[in-house]
T-cell receptor, first 112, second 113 residues
Framework: DTGVSQNPRHKITKRGQNVTFRCDPI?????LYWYRQTLGQGPEFLTY????????KSRLLSDRFSAERPKGSFSTLEIQRTEQGDSAMYLC??????????FGPGTRLTVL | QKEVEQDPGPLSVPEGAIVSLNCTYS??????FMWYRQYSRKGPELLMY????GNKEDGRFTAQVDKSSKYISLFIRDSQPSDSATYLC?????????????FGQGTILTVHP
């Protein structure tokens, strides 16, 4: 069990560019979650998958955000036309169904 | 009204002190109660998990839940410098919303040697 991994760990981009983050969950975890955390705040739920199916999306997930989990293993989160307000830590977590969530180290995004 | 209120601190205590961290919540649907610890520039790690009112103890940590008052607490005994971190309370409603955790703002704790 190597834990949840996220890549890249840091991403600096210019406003208007597209960015994509990857999350590899703990093997055999059916569920995968994405959260966003800004400085001085707790994580805010964005979306989660059970296997390939995206089961819930937050209103925070605007049309510029899209998440996929094509084979029920790793997941990607893409942000199109980034804005300075998108600067945050993007956290991924995974779990077995009805089990607690284990978090990865996060991807820190800075939009200039 | 926010669903979860948590005093952001910061809280600074000497080594060996007893620390009390608290959260209040307004959503009666919350059934599962958690405390996470987050070190700087790391992801949150689960400390305590409970689903019933009362106390749950694990080593130096005790989680307390009072559903009638919508109040949860985390107590840390014999605090150590390694306990210095941000502590996040988290809640889950279960059922169809089982996947979504709602977090407090986090309390920054520093334990001085």
């Amino acid at each position: 069990d190597t834990g949840v991994s996220q890549n890249p760990r840091h991403k600096i981009t210019k406003r208007g560019q597209n960015v994509t983050f990857r999350c590899d969950p703990i093997s055999e975890h059916n569920r995968l979650y994405w959260y966003r955390q800004t400085l001085g705040q707790g994580p805010e739920f964005l979306t989660y998958f059970q296997n390939e199916a995206q089961l819930e999306k937050s209103r925070l997930l605007s049309d510029r955000f899209s998440a996929e989990r094509p084979k029920g293993s790793f997941s990607t989160l893409e942000i199109q036309r980034t804005e300075q307000g998108d600067s945050a830590m993007y956290l991924c977590a995974s779990s077995r169904i009805t089990d607690t969530q284990y978090f990865g180290p996060g991807t820190r995004l800075t939009v200039l | 009204q926010k669903e979860v209120e948590q005093d952001p601190g910061p809280l600074s205590v000497p080594e060996g002190a007893i620390v009390s961290l608290n959260c209040t919540y307004s959503n009666s649907a919350f059934q599962y109660f958690m405390w996470y610890r987050q070190y700087s520039r790391k992801g949150p790690e689960l400390l305590m998990y409970t689903y019933s009112s009362g106390n749950k103890e694990d080593g130096r940590f005790t989680a307390q839940v009072d559903k009638s008052s919508k109040y949860i607490s985390l107590f840390i005994r014999d605090s150590q410098p390694s306990d210095s971190a941000t502590y996040l309370c988290a809640f889950n409603a279960g059922g169809t919303s089982y996947g979504k955790l709602t977090f407090g703002q986090g309390t920054i704790l520093t334990v001085h040697p």
